[in-house]
């Protein structure tokens, strides 16, 4: 059974860094785009950052210059380093992966991670 894990939250001071991580595991075809999303409270889910397969990388306007998004094929991960963090950038931060798993292989899905907590203090 397909499952995104996400690991890395926590609580930092602002301008700290952290790095999050989502591992992909299971029976799994391909994946093409993997991102992050984040939630604060009483906000809707809003994109944070994407990669597609092939590396090219969208941010959004908020965490440009100050998050990069990574990944590595061969382990099925992604990853999200957050430098020069702001108390704005506390919420749930939640990997999503448009992927094939062996089972279905001519559909392609969004997953979605369990999400992991992000609170950086002033």
């Known amino acids: 059974q397909v499952q995104l894990v996400e690991s890395g939250g926590g609580l930092v001071q602002a301008g700290g860094s952290l790095r999050l991580s989502c591992a992909a595991s299971?029976?799994?075809?391909?994946?093409?785009?993997m991102g992050w999303y984040r939630q604060a409270p009483g906000k809707q889910r809003e994109l944070v950052a994407t990669?597609?397969?092939?590396?090219?990388?969208n941010y959004a306007d908020s965490v440009k210059g100050r998050f990069t998004i990574s990944r590595d094929n061969a382990k099925n991960t992604v990853y999200l380093q957050m430098n020069s963090l702001k108390p704005e950038d506390t919420a749930v931060y939640f990997c999503?992966?448009?992927?094939?798993?062996?089972?279905?292989?001519?559909?392609?899905?969004?997953?979605w991670g369990q999400g992991t907590q992000v609170t950086v203090s002033s």
């Open positions: 299971g029976s799994i075809f391909s994946i093409n785009n």
């Open positions: 999503n992966a448009e992927l094939r798993p062996y089972s279905d292989y001519n559909y392609e899905s969004r997953y």
């Open positions: 990669i597609t397969s092939g590396g090219t990388t």
